[in-house]
């Protein structure tokens, strides 16, 4: 039976292919030697190391939280539920979350200032879902 194709390899090839830096560039980026390890990580030749994620992410400009729990849910889904359990992932209301996704989807997962306005935003949301 043919394995599965990787969602991370699969993600990574996505933005890999769609930035306009060469693979060196990323790879220096990401802390890999060389251009080659981006290939083999695109093919999913290779896993992409847990301890690369923040600089792969930064490099591809992708956000990072998402592309850690791609790779723990392919390379790791118990160690991901335990830390979902642990640091309160689950302790979110469905509303809540669904919320911080869509703040997520709209931002690229960048953080940004929390201004005045945005704390009004956020009042008038809060008086909008009592």
């Known amino acids: 039976m043919a394995k599965a194709p990787s969602k991370v390899a699969a ?67 118990d160690v991901l539920a335990v830390a979902d359990m642990v640091y309160g992932r689950d302790k979110l209301t469905d509303g809540e979350q669904e919320i911080l996704d869509r703040i997520r989807l709209h931002t690229g997962g960048k953080n940004f200032k929390v201004t005045a306005a945005v704390n009004r935003a956020v009042d008038d949301l809060c008086a909008l879902i009592k």
């Open 11 to 77: 993600f990574l090839a996505d933005r890999i292919n769609a930035s306009a830096k060469t693979q060196a560039e990323i790879a220096d980026e990401a802390g890999f030697r060389s251009a080659n390890m981006i290939s083999m990580l695109k093919t999913g030749n290779s896993p992409l190391p847990i301890a690369r994620i923040p600089k792969m992410a930064q490099a591809l400009d992708v956000d990072p939280v998402k592309l850690f729990r791609l790779a723990m849910n392919e390379y790791m889904p």
